[in-house]
């Protein structure tokens, strides 16, 4: 059984960007689950893996919204955790839970994992236009 987790923005959650005339990038809006992730997010689940959802959302603000969205996906009663970090890197959760693979979009998060984590980038929506 390996540990995984997946980040939750942008990696199992998409969202589109809106932009002005201008090009620049005004809203996000939600935009349906990320076609390439969710089947990883799967996969793990049933292999049998140890599968956590790790965000650097606020709980306060965001744990209510983000369980109902798991719930709907039909993965929240399969998961082995979800973690909020409030705004702080994710390394230290990911070290204190032994991931061993971390699926997230940002590769500022990837550059940050703890030894012996491996990283998986997730591609953003075509919207972002490869804006990272």
Not at 14 to 27: F, K, M, N
Not at 78 to 99: C, I, M, Q, Y
Not at 101 to 122: K, T
């Amino acid at each position: 059984m390996t540990i995984v987790s997946f980040d939750f923005d942008d990696t199992l959650a998409w969202t589109r960007v809106i932009r002005d005339a201008d090009g620049d990038i005004e809203d996000t809006v939600p935009a349906g689950v990320n076609p390439h992730i969710m089947p990883l997010l799967h996969a793990a689940l049933d292999r049998g893996d140890e599968v956590h959802i790790v965000t650097t959302r606020h709980a306060s603000r965001w744990r209510d919204i983000t369980l109902a969205e798991l719930r709907a996906w039909g993965v929240l009663d399969r998961l082995a955790g979800v973690h909020f970090t409030d705004g702080e890197w994710k390394a230290e959760t990911l070290s204190t839970l032994r991931v061993e693979v971390h699926h997230d979009d940002d590769q500022d998060e990837l550059d940050r994992l703890p030894p012996g984590c491996s990283g998986v980038l997730a591609p953003l929506h075509p919207s972002w236009g490869g804006v990272r």
